[in-house]
Structures are given as structure tokens and as C-alpha cells.
Antibody, heavy 121, light 110 residues
Framework: EVQLVESGGGLVQPGGSLRLSCGAS????????MNWVRQAPGKGLEWVSY????????YYADSVKGRFTISRDNAKNSLYLQMNSLRAEDTAVYYC??????????????WGQGTLVTVSS | QSVLTQPPSVSAAPGQKVTISCSGS????????VSWYQQLPGTAPKLLIF???KRPSGIPDRFSGSKSGTSATLGITGLQTGDEADYYC???????????FGGGTKLTVL
């Protein structure tokens, strides 16, 4: 069974740091691109970051650029999100999601169960 | 404000049909495929439709997708109470070099 399990969320003060992890199982992790997507309480989905299968190509949403760093360890079947200079507006459930491809299309499947990050003093 | 525009809510009676629209621009929907995600209360999003109109295995044919120009539509027929959820459209935005989602539509089955 393909599975993604996030961890590392919690309560952090404004300006603080947190590192999220996403463990993958049931598929060849090193062959797939990955994303982080977040959802603030009661709000919609917001794409955060993308990383290619090798880690050589990375994209960020403008809202997190310069503060967040996405990375992966294919030997450990794990995806990471290092979050620095956290702000109250970063409070959200963070999901990792696998990218599926056709020749001209991408989509996210599956998604992990999410981990809650709360930024508050 | 989301880059893709969806109605905040739709409702219909059990057994009826509903459509959810998703409006964008040439930099996103107009030149890229659209996918749709269902988020049941308290759960993670789940893929419902990919490549505008294709269903993953396990998704019933009551769910359908279409795209025309810079807009996409999700259709659900034979509504069931278990379909009550938030529905999101998503696609790549070439101008932003990132993925964009609609604001989500809450479906109520009356």
C-alpha cells in the first residue's frame, strides 16, 4: 500500500524553526517528485514547495521563499521541510503529496494525513 | 484570494446532480490539465479527477470532469450524503512556476 506519513509538527514561537518529515512506503520513492501543501485552519489548500526526484529542481511559493527549504533523502525514503523565521500566518496543517505524471500532466496522489504546525507565543 | 475561482458552496438533494466550476486564466487552466480533490471532513485531500476528466481506479463514474478554455467543471450525479465534502481544483501555473488551487467548494447534500 502506498503511504505517506508526516511528522514533526507542533507549537513554535514566532521567529522560531521547525523541521517536518514525510516518510514514504509502498512505492519507489526515489522515482517520484514530491510536494508540500498546507491548509490554514478553516481555509483552502495552498501549495508550498516542490522537489524533483533527484532533488536537483526545487520550487517555492512566494509566501515561503527564503524561509523554507525542501529536501529529500532517497536512501531513507524521506521528504523534509525546514521552516525558519516562522510567522503566525504559517499556522496550518502541512501535507506531503506525491506527484503523478503523464506526458503532459501532473497531479497529486496520494496525500499524507498531515501534521499541524501552530505558530504562536 | 485564490488564483483559481470556485463557488464557496453548492447544495442539492440526494439523488440529484451538482456541478462545481473552477475559473482561471491562460497561465494556468488555459494551458494545463486540471485535477480535482475531495476532502471529507477531518481528512486529507484525495484525488478525484486527473487530466481534466479521468478517474483513478476506485472513483465511481458518478464523478466527472471537463474543461473548456480557462474554466473547468466537476460534475457529481446521484448525490449521496457521503459526498458531503470540500472539493478543490488544482493545476500548474506557468507564470507563477508553481501549483495553484481553487479556494474550495463545500458540497451540502440536503
Amino acid at each position: 500500500e502506498v503511504q505517506l506519513v508526516e511528522s514533526g509538527g507542533g507549537l513554535v514561537q514566532p521567529g522560531g524553526s521547525l523541521r517536518l518529515s514525510c516518510g514514504a512506503s509502498g512505492f519507489t520513492f526515489r522515482s517520484f517528485e514530491m510536494n508540500w501543501v498546507r491548509q490554514a485552519p478553516g481555509k483552502g489548500l495552498e501549495w508550498v514547495s516542490y522537489i524533483s526526484s533527484s532533488g536537483s529542481t526545487i520550487y517555492y511559493a512566494d509566501s515561503v521563499k527564503g524561509r523554507f527549504t525542501i529536501s529529500r533523502d532517497n536512501a531513507k525514503n524521506s521528504l523534509y521541510l525546514q521552516m525558519n523565521s516562522l510567522r503566525a500566518e504559517d499556522t496550518a496543517v502541512y501535507y506531503c503529496a506525491r506527484v503523478r505524471h503523464s506526458t503532459s500532466s501532473d497531479w497529486f496522489d496520494p496525500w499524507g494525513q498531515g501534521t499541524l504546525v501552530t505558530v504562536s507565543s | 484570494q485564490s488564483v483559481l475561482t470556485q463557488p464557496p458552496s453548492v447544495s442539492a438533494a440526494p439523488g440529484q446532480k451538482v456541478t462545481i466550476s473552477c475559473s482561471g486564466s491562460s497561465s494556468n487552466i488555459g494551458n494545463n490539465y486540471v485535477s480535482w480533490y475531495q476532502q471529507l471532513p477531518g481528512t486529507a485531500p484525495k484525488l478525484l479527477i486527473f487530466e481534466n476528466n479521468k478517474r483513478p481506479s476506485g472513483i465511481p463514474d458518478r464523478f466527472s470532469g471537463s474543461k473548456s478554455g480557462t474554466s473547468a467543471t466537476l460534475g457529481i450525479t446521484g448525490l449521496q450524503t457521503g459526498d458531503e465534502a470540500d472539493y478543490y481544483c488544482g493545476t500548474w501555473d506557468s507564470s507563477l512556476s508553481g501549483w495553484v488551487f481553487g479556494g474550495g467548494t463545500k458540497l451540502t447534500v440536503l
